[in-house]
Every structure is written in structure tokens, then in C-alpha cells.
């Protein structure tokens, strides 16, 4: 069993910066950054592998960066030239096994979610 926490959410202006985390309770292969607008399905944002390997959906490509601490317990998500649309409740996920992807149906342990709030 993995336990997942996030946190670093907020509010901030359009154009903004903000910078996310999640603590795994272990390390663990392949971790992800997911998000979910009400009413919605959740949707991939960016993963990790333990080597370093990194996957952007492509409206956050360029702008968003994923990374993860040595001990690959601490997971990271910079958010920068932050845009409205980009409003949504964020979900660390992690599954262990030796792939990883943005498939939500892949990942077995998931974080309670920290909100960001992007204004214009």
C-alpha cells in the first residue's frame, strides 16, 4: 500500500507560477499528475518514471515541468505561464510495475487532490 499527499495548491493570476507536491509513503516506479475539472473525467497531465523519464500531455507542454527527489518519494509538478483553463482540482497517482503512462485506469494510488485556482 502506498499513501499519497499533495499539497502546494492555490490561487493565482493568469500568467503566474505555482509550484505542486505529493509525498509517497514509499518509493514507487511510475508516479503522475492527473486533473479534474467538476463534472468532468479525470485527465493526465505529466508522469515520472524512476529513471527520469518524463510524458506531458500537450497543452501543458513547455509550461508545466514534472520532477521527482532522489529518494523518488517526492513528487513535483512547476506550473508556470499559468492560464485559466488550467483551473482544476490536481491528483498524484502512482503504480508500481515497469511501465508507466497517462491511462487513469493504470494507477493504483491516488492522492486527495489540491486545487488550483488560475484567475484572468
Known amino acids: 500500500q502506498v499513501q499519497l499527499v499533495e499539497s502546494g495548491g492555490g490561487s493565482v493570476q493568469s500568467g503566474g507560477s505555482l509550484r505542486i507536491s505529493c509525498t509517497a509513503s514509499k518509493a514507487i516506479y511510475c508516479m503522475a499528475w492527473f486533473r479534474q475539472v467538476p463534472g468532468t473525467e479525470r485527465k493526465g497531465v505529466a508522469y515520472?518514471?524512476?529513471?527520469?523519464?518524463?510524458n506531458y500531455v500537450d497543452s501543458v507542454k513547455g509550461r508545466f515541468t514534472i520532477s521527482r527527489d532522489n529518494a523518488k518519494t517526492t513528487l513535483y509538478l512547476q506550473m508556470n505561464s499559468l492560464k485559466p483553463e488550467d483551473t482544476a482540482m490536481y491528483y498524484c497517482?502512482?503504480?508500481?510495475?515497469?511501465?508507466?503512462?497517462?491511462?487513469?485506469?493504470?494507477?493504483?494510488?491516488w492522492g486527495q487532490g489540491t486545487q488550483v485556482t488560475v484567475s484572468s
Open positions: 497517482a502512482a503504480r508500481t510495475g515497469s511501465s508507466c503512462s497517462l491511462n487513469t485506469n493504470s494507477f493504483s494510488y
Open positions: 515520472i518514471t524512476a529513471g527520469g523519464s518524463t
